[in-house]
């Protein structure tokens, strides 16, 4: 059983104004003149919809739940990286933060192929040392990603260890695999896109066209992206050759970019992520799901190079 799941950003229980109102006063606000075309297929949180003007641009509305991609979205467009350009963004009254950005042609990837890795990390490349320290807002990815598994940032740990005896047995050998790396320090330079999602790369005749749905951008380290893909490469699909040269990729550049203990607690960070969001989106076929994929990461962890102590 397979489940497409897109978690990524921190989620607030914000509510959103209704996209009609939304776009009626975003059309005040800006001197447009969109009508909503329909809704975007796909994701679990603020959702999206496409939008046109007479005179036929199309482009996207995206509620948000913060503005801060913005500035990181601008200097992933100023060195190559494609994302859609955003047109416009602010707040409506009540609060509601928006992003309008280009509408980009392309089909969804479905399924990684160890070349599209190797054009993603190309990519993810791209993201490296692009926020320098002065520039840096309060919080960042590798803060959260630290915190969900050391601070209970979230209360991902504690659903995992309340929701049933497979959740809190997987809860505590991820508690132990983490133990030993208890007050390292993650990179924080890069940007981080927040969504890596399969989902969100839009492919032309084999080649990657654009990477989409920018509104959790960041700081951190462009390796939580990179863990976002290795954690999805240990679905049953990719059990075979593929799928172990995929992650092979994608465990070295990770490496790469921090070591080892990078890898794990970030790896650790995901299988929670992902467990959590099951919980409250896919019912106890999903938990299933990937409470079973949190283990064989944790086993693949513990056969390598660097074993968790048999976690």
Same mark, same amino acid.
């Given at each position: 059983?397979? &489940?497409?799941? *897109?978690?990524? #950003? ?7 104004? +209704?996209?009609? @109102? ?9 001197? =447009? ?7 975007? @297929?796909?994701?679990? +949180? ?12 199309m ?6 739940? =913060? ?18 350009e ?20 392309? =089909? ?10 190797? +054009?993603?990390?190309?990519?993810? *490349? ?5 926020v320098?320290?002065?520039? *840096? ?7 959260y990603? /630290? !915190? ?20 809190? *047995? ?18 924080? #330079? ?10 969100? &790369? ?30 999805a ?11 172990? =040269?995929i ?33 409250? /989106? ?17 086993g ?5 190079? !660097? ?5």
């Amino acid at each position: 059983m397979h &489940f497409r799941l *897109r978690p990524g #950003s921190k989620v607030t229980s914000m509510m959103f104004m +209704q996209p009609d @109102a939304l776009l009626a006063f975003i059309n005040r606000q800006h001197a =447009t003149a969109f009508r909503i075309v329909a809704p975007l @297929a796909g994701g679990y +949180q603020e959702g999206a919809w496409s939008i046109t003007e007479p005179s036929g641009r199309m482009a996207v509305l995206k509620p948000t739940h =913060t503005l801060r991609a913005v500035p990181v979205v601008r200097r992933l467009r100023e060195v190559g990286y494609p994302t859609p350009e955003l047109l416009f963004w602010g707040a409506a009254p009540d609060g509601t933060n928006y992003h309008v950005q280009e509408f980009v042609q392309g =089909t969804p990837l479905e399924v990684l192929t160890p070349d599209y890795v190797n +054009q993603l990390i190309t990519l993810n *490349r791209l993201q490296s040392g692009l926020v320098p320290e002065p520039e *840096r807002p309060e919080g960042n990815w590798s803060e959260y990603a /630290y !915190n969900v598994v050391f601070a209970d940032e979230s209360g991902w740990a504690s659903c995992l260890r309340k929701h049933s005896v497979e959740t809190a *047995r997987l809860m505590k050998r991820l508690a132990r695999a983490a133990a030993p790396l208890a007050g390292i320090r993650l990179p924080a #330079s890069d940007a981080v896109h927040g969504d890596w999602s399969v989902g969100n &790369f839009l492919v032309e005749q084999g080649r990657i066209r654009a990477i989409v749905d920018c509104a959790a951008a960041g700081y951190g380290t462009r390796a939580v992206d990179l863990a976002t893909l290795l954690h999805a490469a240990y679905a049953d699909e990719y059990d075979g050759d593929s799928g172990r =040269t995929i992650r092979a990729l994608l465990r070295d550049e990770i490496v790469s970019v921090g070591g080892t203990p990078m890898l794990v607690l970030l790896l650790i960070y995901r299988v929670m992520a992902l467990v959590e969001f099951a919980v409250r /989106y896919h019912g106890e076929a999903g938990v299933g799901v990937f409470a079973g994929i949190g283990s064989k990461i944790l086993g693949d962890l513990g056969s390598g190079e !660097n074993p968790l102590d048999n976690a």
